[in-house]
């Protein structure tokens, strides 16, 4: 199975990392500069986690955790080109009931790797593997990733079964059969996703978002400078899908999550531009013991940053059910 899964490619892996701080104004950020930091560092804490950083190998890894540590594990993963903080706003409705980590993956957010990382996804799902073991919550872990951060939770249960308790993919990639957006067509486009200049920013969201929350723009430009700032290592990343994904096909894809046997919960953005809604279904027909996608009307790529509180519900429910 190993074998397998090194030469598996998930052709499609986006997920923009926009910052929208909730509660915070255009007047509250008026200046002309703003420390991007720590606008991250209030919303980490209004949704209950903290900073914390480990180093494991040639990774320093940074993360966020909150909620108590003797409660069930949910390990949330992000998609390239964004970082733990997509998942602040879920984040929020976890940490009361549930321990939750959210690390940054190498090389995106401020996670710090060596110039000559690969950026391989089999890599980075052994070395999310490598992280779990150091922060001690590799047993019994509920996984949750949007975009890429899904295909690395599908990689993640496949290889390691038996510490894998349930999955919640958001309009998680892979490579799909159903696939008509031009990203999953032709993954070369992925490039013109890299928010590398002034101005990518705001092509980026209007592709990733249907419904767009208010940002103000000093906000706004400063996170677009902190996406450019990473975009080497998102280009390097980038270009090791597109040689990989020319290599694969969905059959390869659906080896791997075949295999899967733990519970499945999927959600999905009606007018996702990025992976197709009929993915979910798709992706529902492979796995074993998933249950029917959540179909998010109106919802584009990102439903934990458009529409978090329709995903809340349905997920704790879903915990609930196998965190007995």
């Known amino acids: 199975m190993k074998g397998i899964l090194n030469k598996i490619v998930l052709s499609t892996a986006l997920v923009m990392g926009s910052v929208t701080a909730i509660g915070i104004s255009s007047t509250t950020y008026a200046a002309p500069a703003i420390d991007i930091q720590s606008v ?63 690390p940054d993956l190498p090389g995106q957010g401020d996670s710090k790797v060596p110039a000559d990382f690969d950026y391989s996804l089999p890599n980075l799902t052994e070395k999310l593997r490598r992280f779990a ?54 993954p070369t486009t992925l490039r013109n996703m890299i928010v590398s200049k002034p101005g990518d920013f705001d092509r980026l969201m209007k592709i990733a978002m249907n419904q767009q929350p208010f940002i103000p723009k000093e906000l706004k430009d400063a996170q677009e400078k902190l996406m450019i700032s990473q975009a080497g290592n998102t280009t390097k990343l980038v270009e090791q899908l597109i040689v990989m994904s020319k290599l694969f096909t969905p059959d390869s894809f659906a080896i791997a999550a075949r295999s899967i046997d733990q519970p499945v919960l999927i959600a999905w953005g009606e007018k996702d531009q990025i992976i197709n809604v009929e993915a979910a279904a798709e992706l529902k027909g492979l796995l074993k013991n998933a249950q029917d996608p959540i179909i998010l009307k109106g919802v584009g790529h990102m439903p934990i940053l458009e529409q978090e509180q329709l995903l809340i519900k349905p997920y704790l429910d879903f915990l609930a059910k196998y965190n007995r």
């Not at 480990?54 to 003797?70: L, Q």
């Open 133 to 186: 073991e150091a922060v001690k919550i590799e047993k019994d872990l509920n996984i949750a990733g949007h975009s890429m951060g899904g295909s690395i939770a599908l990689l993640y249960a496949a290889q390691y079964p038996v510490d894998a308790k349930s999955l919640f993919l958001v309009d998680s990639a892979g490579v799909f059969k159903s696939a008509n957006t031009p990203y999953l067509k032709d």
């Open 40 to 102: 991250l560092q209030q919303e980490r804490a209004w949704a209950g986690m903290e900073t914390k950083r480990v180093k494991v190998g040639d990774i320093d890894w940074a993360y966020s955790e909150g909620g108590s540590a003797g409660k069930p594990t949910i390990l949330l993963v992000h998609g390239l080109a964004g970082s733990r903080d997509n998942w602040n706003r879920v984040a929020r409705y976890l940490t009361p009931y549930y321990h939750v980590i959210i």
